[in-house]
T-cell receptor, first 110, second 115 residues
Framework: EAAVTQSPRNKVTVTGGNVTLSCRQT?????MYWYRQDTGHGLRLIHY???????QIGDVPDGYKATRTTQEDFFLLLELASPSQTSLYFC?????????FGEGTRLSVL | AQKVTQTQTSISVVEKTTVTMDCVYE???????LFWYKQTASGEIVFLIR??????ENATVGHYSLNFQKPKSSIGLIITATQIEDSAVYFC????????????FGTGTTVSVSP
């Protein structure tokens, strides 16, 4: 069964801390996406990738790095976390026809 | 650049009636995909229905259907015979075929279905 799995599901860190959010898909999809969701803003695209080693910049990339290590794995890195990055983060994978989402990671930066 | 706009922030309907939501988009691509998603109270984001830009027929899946008006860059979602469990936030999204292939979302419409 097609799946997108995110970890951790919840994370609390302090200002200036390092955080890595993980996403794994078992759908053999080429495209993977990272979004943040905030009230009033919907889902905003941070970074995306069309294959291992590839990275494309989204609409709100500042403060975020990402790396696609394999077809299956896409990571979002916050190297100096700030309170403004407190949000709900979603990963998705897509073959263009039916993008599928993970369950989300709730991140709090204190 | 791509852009997706949902101007209706919330809609309230009575169970078993029909609800219609609007979405307009901007793209320079001649080919693109349009999607509607539902986000439940638990936060889960569920794919509902897709419209391919080159298809003239409106897509239909179960009690979801689309009103695709390409000249107006509009893709409306219609839910017929609404049920309480249709209460959710509905997002419109677009993905270009030839362009950057980013999947861009609107800000969502909250639908409340009451008995």
């Amino acid at each position: 069964e097609a799946a997108v799995t995110q970890s951790p599901r919840n994370k609390v860190t302090v200002t200036g801390g390092n955080v890595t959010l993980s996403c794994r898909q078992t759908n053999s999809h080429n495209y993977m996406y990272w979004y943040r969701q905030d009230t009033g803003h919907g889902l905003r695209l941070i970074h995306y990738s069309y294959g291992a080693g590839n990275l494309q910049i989204g609409d709100v990339p500042d403060g975020y790095k990402a790396t696609r290590t394999t077809q299956e794995d896409f990571f979002l890195l916050l190297e100096l976390a700030s309170p403004s990055q407190t949000s709900l983060y979603f990963c998705a994978s897509s073959d263009a026809r039916a993008p599928l989402f993970g369950e989300g990671t709730r991140l709090s930066v204190l | 650049a791509q852009k997706v706009t949902q101007t209706q922030t919330s809609i309230s309907v009575v169970e078993k009636t029909t609800v219609t939501m609007d979405c307009v988009y901007e793209t320079r691509d001649s080919s693109y995909f349009l999607f509607w998603y539902k986000q439940t109270a638990s936060g889960e984001i569920v794919f509902l229905i897709r419209q391919d830009s080159y298809k003239k027929e409106n897509a239909t899946v179960g009690h979801y259907s689309l009103n695709f008006q390409k000249p107006k860059s509009s893709i409306g979602l219609i839910i017929t015979a609404t049920q309480i469990e249709d209460s959710a936030v509905y997002f419109c999204a677009m993905r270009e075929v030839q362009g950057g292939r980013a999947l861009i979302f609107g800000t969502g419409t909250t639908v409340s279905v009451s008995p």
